[in-house]
Nanobody
Framework: QVQLVESGGGLVQAGGSLSLACSAS???????MNWYRQVPGKQRELVAS????????SYSNSVKGRFTISRNNAKHMVYLQMNSLKPEDTAVYYC????????????WGQGTQVTVSS
């Protein structure tokens, strides 16, 4: 069982930056770590992902070049640096962990609100 707690959300003006953090209760070294976001009435969207071993990253087209995902396995932490924020980035952001082998073994955080004003 891994518990995930997000932090760092808030209100920012368009063009600004925010840094989200996800703290895990245990080791995440065997987990692919993801950031999702969701706005009311829409499906949850995968924003960024980082692999468990070599740390390769992938991003949705909507955030590529603006967001950076990183991880520190020793500290059980995952981060999402968000730059050049746009009003359409407004959403609840969720941290997600999926076991690299047992794909059905996954966990969600409770989410953190990010609001970008125009």
């Amino acid at each position: 069982q891994v518990q995930l707690v997000e932090s760092g959300g808030g209100l920012v003006q368009a063009g600004g930056s925010l840094s989200l953090a996800c703290s895990a209760s245990g080791s995440i070294s065997l987990y692919v770590m993801n950031w999702y976001r969701q706005v009311p009435g829409k499906q949850r969207e995968l924003v960024a992902s980082i692999s468990s071993t070599v740390g390769s990253e992938s991003y949705s087209n909507s955030v590529k070049g603006r967001f950076t995902i990183s991880r520190n396995n020793a500290k059980h932490m995952v981060y999402l640096q968000m730059n050049s924020l746009k009003p359409e980035d407004t959403a609840v952001y969720y941290c997600h962990a999926r076991h690299m082998v047992v794909g059905t073994n996954y966990y969600w955080g409770q989410g953190t609100q990010v609001t970008v004003s125009s």
